[in-house]
């Protein structure tokens, strides 16, 4: 994945680019855990990857969505590691962003400053919905 994605940055150096992490579950004899790495190229489309984790069946929503949380986090501590070790001057200027599955509206709305404290404590930038496309929509797409 992360060839590819150094591959697409180089092809066009010019653009500018946002690398989005997002994860989302779905619920049923198990729990299904999608957390999806977006490369958008802004104003010129994007790429995405997605890896599939199964899990015993977890019913606690918050439990849920700390643990959706922490695995985007992962992800994001190793895009971040492979920018620094592949020579990106500042692996910071890569713009990542963790997406949460989380809203103002709804059940998780008790959960929103402390998932967003865990993502911006590791150095992150946090976005909830409807601004979370990178878990609502693109991880969300592929728990079903």
Same mark, same amino acid.
């Not at 066009?12 to 997002?22: M, Q, V």
């Given at each position: 994945?992360? *060839? ?49 984790? @199964?899990?015993? #069946?977890? #019913? ?8 959706? @949380?922490? +695995?985007? +986090? ?33 059940? *998780?709305?008790? +959960? ?14 946090? #976005? ?8 609502? @929509?693109?991880?969300? #797409?592929? @728990?079903?």
């Amino acid at each position: 994945m992360m *060839t590819d994605i150094i591959k697409y940055i180089k092809d066009l150096p010019t653009s500018a680019y946002k690398i989005i992490i997002g994860s989302d579950s779905m619920v049923r004899n198990e729990t299904c855990f999608i957390t999806a790495v977006i490369v958008h190229r802004l104003g010129k489309g994007a790429r995405y990857f997605y890896h599939k984790k @199964t899990q015993r #069946k977890i #019913k606690s929503l918050r439990q849920k969505i700390f643990y959706e @949380t922490a +695995l985007s +986090l992962e992800v994001g501590g190793l895009v971040h590691k492979y920018f620094a070790d592949f020579g990106f001057e500042d692996p910071d200027d890569m713009n990542v962003e963790i997406h949460i599955d989380v809203s103002v509206h709804g059940e *998780t709305k008790d +959960l929103i400053r402390e998932v967003v404290g865990m993502v911006t404590g590791s150095g992150f930038r946090a #976005k909830i919905k409807p601004e979370a496309y990178g878990a609502s @929509t693109v991880a969300d #797409k592929h @728990t079903k």
